[in-house]
């Protein structure tokens, strides 16, 4: 069997609100892992969530729930968010899962007889929201821990930690020659900085079952719970080790026989979790004897009106209502366009409004009503067979956003599409097709410039498919093509003369300003 190209999400704690910062981590993956099937490749996308913890643990009691009830409930609100934004995932994980438990524990146990845990005790500052110890380094100029970390209390007790610190200087000559590993380059300097200029302390990786009991248990000690982290970063291989993956199960000693996924070809995260993945996990994987994952590609952060989201402040974006009012394909349209993989955002109504107004209505929309409404009115709904002007500019388009998709790219990749659709309105504007149509003596012009623009969509129609799904489909079908082309590995074949197109309707509806 052959390897899926394997992508992952963050998996996010289910006592939160979906918002904007979910919404577009899972949209940029759902493109990646769509335009990769569409290249050819077999692809696995996994997203989920994170449902142990103290907060959740805190959370279900203030509702009077047991937390396995409250994370049910939730789990329902989430699925439906990622149905909502069309991810075409292939699995969701729930950390609860059984499946998911049995692995950690598969993992807890082997590292512990291999020796690479020890027991000690440990007097310090803790967060309770992060769920950590802080140390010295984590103290504000003014001596005081950072409001982030919430409530910090003086605690001691005894733990489990994982060997980390000898794997520092590995961990560096891992990240200088694998230049991809951490993506964009600025996330990996900042990573390499971090690791150069801090000495490593090992990982507590247990909690205290008489303080938190909503964790996986330790399997060698029924004191102790996992510590969140360490069980929420195993669900990149517990759910290839539920699908049978052989290399997995040869490391972990499971059954194995199934879909070969690990390692992941991509991890897609947000800037603040980048330790927990260039760090903990690439060490967590080599002391099991597993493969690294390929990337870790790092997204920034949404902001809107230069303000946090934050739901006490009221400053959100909630990625439904958009849905609701502009639809789907907007949505994920803007927020690709909008940032490239890495950099931060902000997210303002008047920018969303202006880029649907001037890219997708005036510009695609456009695009596509003129030249299937001229197809229908000059030659009766069918394609005519003719010269394509824009045969040049097509095939830039189409290599370009093949590169671009294969290389992570995604805002290039529209930029790109953008300069195609600018690119054929003004054809339409210099040829004057509905001038032509006047004089049957332009009937050969003509056909050429109808063949083109029809040629122009059909492209357009396969190229934006990975961001824009729902209306790609619907252009397509409205070109007369019901079962649509996904495949981007290869040009589309040229419509043959006399293709009759279908029914021809706005893509965009304009919106009053
Ligand atoms: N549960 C952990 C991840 C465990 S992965 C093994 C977590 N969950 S989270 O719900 O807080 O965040 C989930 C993802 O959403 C993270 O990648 C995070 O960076 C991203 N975002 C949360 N807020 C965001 C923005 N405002 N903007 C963009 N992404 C943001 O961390």
């Not at 291999?114 to 380094?137: C, D, I, P, R, V």
């Not at 517990?238 to 996924?261: F, N």
């Not at 001037?358 to 067979?385: H, W």
Request: hydrophobic letters at 40%; aromatic letters at 10%; charged letters at 25%.
């Amino acid at each position: 069997m052959s390897k899926c190209f394997y992508l992952t999400t963050a998996i996010d704690y289910v006592n939160g609100q979906p918002h904007l910062g979910h919404a577009y981590e899972k949209v940029i993956a759902d493109v990646l892992a769509r335009a990769r099937r569409s290249l050819g490749e077999k692809v696995f996308f996994l997203t989920g969530l994170d449902e142990h913890g103290q907060k959740v643990q805190q959370a279900a009691l203030a509702e009077g729930k047991n937390p396995q009830e409250y994370c049910d409930g939730l789990a329902v609100i989430w699925r439906e968010f990622a149905r909502r934004l069309g991810l075409s995932n292939d699995d969701f994980v729930r950390t609860t899962d059984p499946r998911h438990k049995s692995v950690v524990q598969t993992i807890l146990s082997k590292l512990h007889t291999e020796g690479q845990f020890y027991k000690k005790t440990h007097k310090g500052f803790y967060s309770t929201s992060a769920e950590m110890f802080l140390t010295e380094k984590d103290r504000l100029p003014d001596g005081s821990f950072d409001p982030s970390y919430g409530k910090v209390i003086e605690l001691e007790e005894e733990n489990y930690y994982f060997k980390l610190a000898e794997h520092q200087q590995w961990l560096i000559d891992y990240i200088e020659s694998h230049p991809d590993f951490i993506v964009p380059e600025s996330r990996r300097n900042e990573m390499l900085g971090f690791l150069k200029n801090n000495e490593l302390e090992d990982l507590c990786v247990t909690r205290p079952a008489a303080r938190l009991n909503w964790g996986i248990p330790i399997p060698f000690d029924p004191d102790f719970v996992t510590y969140v982290w360490f069980d929420a970063l195993v669900n990149y291989i517990s759910i290839p080790a539920a699908h049978g993956d052989p290399g997995v199960a040869a490391a972990l000693g499971l059954p194995g026989g199934g879909a070969e996924l690990w390692p992941a070809d991509a991890h897609v995260i947000g800037k603040d979790i980048l330790k927990f993945h260039a760090v903990f996990w690439p060490i967590m994987l080599k002391a099991m004897g597993l493969p690294l994952p390929k990337q870790i590609l790092v997204h920034g952060w949404w902001q809107k009106d230069g303000e946090k989201l934050s739901k006490s402040t009221g400053n959100v974006v909630d990625p439904i209502a958009v849905i609701e009012e502009w639809g789907l394909d907007a949505f994920r349209y803007y927020v690709v366009r909008e940032l490239d993989i890495g950099a931060d955002g902000n997210w303002t109504d008047a920018g969303f409004r202006s880029r649907y107004q001037s890219e997708l209505a005036n510009g695609l929309g456009n695009l596509v009503n003129r030249s299937l409404s001229m197809i229908k009115r000059y030659r009766a709904g069918r394609v005519p067979r003719g010269d394509n002007d824009l045969a040049a500019e097509m095939n830039e388009c189409h290599t370009r956003m093949v590169a671009c998709y294969r290389g992570h790219r995604l805002q290039e990749a529209l930029v790109s599409a953008g300069a195609l659709i600018t690119r054929a309105n003004q054809y339409i504007d210099q040829t004057s097709p509905f001038k032509l149509a006047k004089d049957n003596a332009n009937a050969a012009r003509l056909d050429d410039i109808l063949f083109t623009l029809a040629e122009v969509c059909r492209l357009l129609g396969v190229v934006l498919w990975p961001v824009i799904p729902g209306v790609a489909e619907k252009l397509q079908k409205q070109l007369g093509f019901n079962e649509p082309t996904t495949n981007l590995a290869e040009r589309p074949r040229p419509i043959v003369e006399g293709h009759p197109i279908g029914e021809v309707f706005g893509l965009f509806p304009r919106k009053d300003p």
